[in-house]
């Protein structure tokens, strides 16, 4: 009885609060074409993406993880991470939509993203502000 609710507790899934935002996001496909996306929603510890003219495919490759560059702010450099797919499927209005796990931030980069998102609709994902 102990194990089966500690595993239950074991696997939950990490709660982060989701904000719907509208971010340029950019990355390479594997041949080291630019593309760009936007985001519909962003937590901590991931982003939801939608793109019309690519495919999972186009995006990964033979990678297991894809290098974004998230623009939050106009006149700011943009916030560079890695991240791993975690789902996707093919949107009704055309497209995909994909849920992307942040990995390892770039230099400030989580501190900076941190901030924004904690002035973005009032979230403290921080537990700074």
Known sequence: MLSRIYRKLANRRKESERVPL?????TTDSDGQAIEMISEDISETGIRL????????????????????VFMEAEVPPVKLHARLVWAF???QGGSVS????????GRSLRRFRNFIGRTEGGDLDGEG
């Open 22 to 26: 509208a971010l340029r996001v950019q």
């Open 50 to 69: 939608h793109f019309k003219e690519w495919t999972i495919a186009d995006l990964l490759g033979q990678r297991e993880e894809i290098p974004l560059e």
């Open 90 to 92: 093919n949107a009704g």
């Open 99 to 106: 849920g992307w796990q942040f990995l390892e931030f770039k």
